[in-house]
């Protein structure tokens, strides 16, 4: 015992005024200074050491470890934000991670598979012994397969910028393929790049608080987003109301005022439905339309595709000069004056011999004349009257007359068309409740969208994303404090440049999309995909549970089959771990440095080593390093010779010019807590956008901006898609198709929608195993059924069923309740295999199929398959 | 074996400044306030304080039980599903029904209203259990086991066939600083104070919104104090 009493007085003294010692300790101060085991103290530590909590969440929580003889005795929140409104940021889960950290799942040692693949009989190895056989066999399925039939997996590059930014420079500088995560989860929300040009953008949790009306689509925050749900309530505590559009009754839509039950996979129409009835109830913003999106741009009858000003005959239009736009109605407040084109972040200058950018036409009810606009700013030029609506004929310059009409109302007549009793046949809500719904939506500004993952996770995700898009549009919520459209779902964002640390100079990593390596190429496959040559031949995969956690699981376990070599780095002994050739026992983040930030709240924080790692195991870091070294020593000279505060070091350069997201940022800032990154405080999506009249999109880091800015050449938001997909199909403007599962399993024989939510319990498979929490949800599977789901198929509580389609199946126990929706079975997707009653996990019926659309365009995670998780038919029956 | 220090001091600055309860009157009277509104069933107060307190496995100081039908499941009301929480854990009584009955006085109530339980008198009796109308004590049977093998947490583990509950944090107080629960609750519904201030936070909440206690008329007057969940305004104007 080493604790001196005096060392305790000193304590209270920094703790406390004055007063509060007094009070506190009163007249028992003498008699509680004992010993070890005096009740009224706390045990002393060896240190507290500061990191930050980032699996696949969101979360990016700073936390304490406490460590005592070397072990962790307690994580708890750091609760240091700056800005106090974030305090505490952290969840049951992380704070329960020392369990994990030296449980009874820890990976210690490098294991070598002893028996057939998926046997999960191991044998020890060593380092070397491992090192040297991943090297040879890299080597040689390189040389006779070419090495982008090696192929890196793992979740996510957000949670760690360092570790996970390790595998794609290793990529970059071995040629070997990297996988995808924010499309493979399906988290990607298409209807983002589809309409704003962006991966995707948010408004920072805390400006939740500011909002007067939060519509949660398919969102339960308070369950997947536990240390940003307060905000929520500190909005509902300033009057604000919330309503909630589920098809399960959440904790989310507990705490709703009302809570609309809607039939999975049928959000578009609601979406269409309360755009029609805003547009009804004259409470449209079109100063907001005409500003900002593509809406009176003119729209080719012949070909569908969107006038350009250089199709027209000469002189036939306006032509008020460049950068022209004025904000309507009081929009752009910021913008510089008309005729002067803003700076765009991000922008480089366009090659000598680059084709000038388009130039789109409107026309003006005013002067019955066709008026270009051009993409160098936001705005319509002064004193054009922007038509909406019309059919108009102009003269090309091969002297040929075309119609055209302006692109909302192409937009408009097929929102018309969803009439709240039609909406109400197909989602299952009533008319009145949808009318009610949007009048008070539209009632109240700013109001925000949440839309999560029951939203996103389908086939058609990107339909219900351009609907709701459409509904923020609309109302003019974009770009406002409180307001907005934003999806939460994963861990995906890239705030800082890193590419210094990704690339090495110029070249990139080859990112294939991981849906191709389940299901190999589609024949709509974008041709930029560098897919390989000879498919996959080797997986090297690191912290992620892809074999179990992977959608349509039993279809990915063929191209794995197909593997020669499987790697599979971890920390704990998950179901994936079990079908390695090859382990390597990884470090957790409590034994390593690295460098995160998530997209619901901009602060920059590293990770520092609370431990030394325990047992043998390591970071990526460190195994490539090694595997390289062996591989070719030069490269290891050339890039891989730096540490990890190098590498930060590296990227804070980067950003942290003028204007930067570094800017001013220091690693010994980093070490002591959490930085906010130069954002806008708030930071709220497309706020620039909207107030200085800058064309979109922003960038999305790391990509260079021209990379997502080609998805919407009118540079404004974009209702109307001219690309030829979007034509053959149907969706050119934001509409609804059922969901894609219904074509594959017939809904008479299949009748039941499953839907895998993510659980507040688990993030996706992590903290599956821990002891603690299992002790609470009692650490086996349940299957939420409706009362009338049960008893049609004679189930009771507690009974084991299987649910069952053409992909596989997978066995857990009913749990019937009226928060399911009847017609659903809801098992929450993390479960270990071990945790269920039968099968690998949900995933054995989950869909890969691969929306064409999501392929017209190709930017790794920006533009690019996103999976549907929920799109998904079985039949249940008691076991 | 290394210099140790208090986990307390060894607290980077902005972290400690959190956790400070701040000043309060010169005759504190302890309270904690949850607010059911804000409380999001996500039980990290439950975590952090087996976490705290070395509870072993299988016993829990603070749960919280689901106003509804069973674990995160509603409740129809109605026509209308509902649900909300109740964190439960001991209520520091004024009036303990434990400390009554205990035979050797090893649960007894401090000068500031909290109740204590010293392991080291306690004979195993368990008639504090039964006589608790809030059924939060916690009787080690066993053993105590835990996930990992070593001590967590920040006080010693107590011994086989001795009874355990909720201290609010004393170790804590003892330093100035809140109650773990209060510290790690992330819907920031948990408050801790002294009623002894009119001003405080804590009294103001009480007065403000209706602060409740648990089974009011046995008049056992506890010192935890519940604010209820709003009232919802559906979709009318
Ligand atoms: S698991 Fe996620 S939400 Fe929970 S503490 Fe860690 S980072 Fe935060
Ligand atoms: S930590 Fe807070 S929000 Fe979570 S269960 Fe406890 S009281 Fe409720």
Redesign the pocket.
Known sequence: MTVTRRQFLKGVGAAAGAAAVTGVLGGAAETVLAGRDDPLRSLPVDRVVRTTCSPNCTGSCGQLAFVRDGNIVKVQQAADYPDKSYNPRGC?KGISYHLLVHGPDRIKTPLVRDGDRGSGKFREATWEEELDRIASEFKRIGAAWGWDSIHVFGQVPGSGYIQKGANYRACTALGMTHGTSFDFNGDLPMGMPITFGVQNAEHESKDWANSRFILAVGANPLETRIPDAHFIEDALEKGARLVVVDPTFSSTASKADAWIKIKPGTDAVLGLALCRRVMEAGKADWDFMRTYTDAALLVRADTHKRLRADELAPGQALDPGPATGIGLGGYGKKALPAGTAPEVPGAVAPAADAPPPPRFVVWDTASQKPVIVGTERLGIPAGVDAALEGTFTLTLADGSQVQATPGFALVKAEVDAWTPEKAAEITGIPAEDIVRLADAYAAERPAAIIMGGGSNHWYHGDLNGRALALLASLTGNVGRSGGGFSVYVGQYKVRVDTSPWWNIGDHKAKVVPSVYFVRGRTETMNKNVPYPKNGFKALFCTFANMFIQGMDVNRLHQTLDGCELVVVMDHQMTDTVGYADIVLPATTWYEKTDLTATPLHPFLQIQQPALPPVGQARSELWVWQEIIKRIDPAIFDASFDMTEEQAIQAILEKGGGKGGPTEGITLEQLKAGPVRLKVPDPDVAFVRQIDELLPFPPRSLPAPLAATAAFIPTRRIEFYKEDDRFIELGETVPTYKPPHDDSVHDPAKYPIALLSPHSKWRIHSSYANVAWLNEITGGRAPVLLAPETAAERGIAEGDLVELSNTRGKVRAWAHITKAAAPGTATLFEGWWSRQLGGGKSVNELTSSEVNPIHEIQFVANMWAPSTGWKDCRCEVTRV | MSDKVSPIEALPPASRAYGEIGAVSADPRWVMV?DQE?????????VICKSENDVPDGMWWNR?NTVGDGLDTPYEEQGRLAMH?L?LACQHCENPACTRVCPVSATYSREDGLVMQDSQRCIGCRYCLVACPYGVRQFNWGRPERPVPFDTGMVAPRPLGTMEKCTMCVHRITDGQVPS?VW????Q??IFGDLNDPDSKVSRLIRDRGGYQLLEERGTDPHVYYLPPRRKRGLEP
């Open positions: 049951m | 949850v804000r409380c999001i069933g996500c039980w990290s107060c439950c919280i929480w964190p629960c790690s609750c992330p819907g519904a948990r």
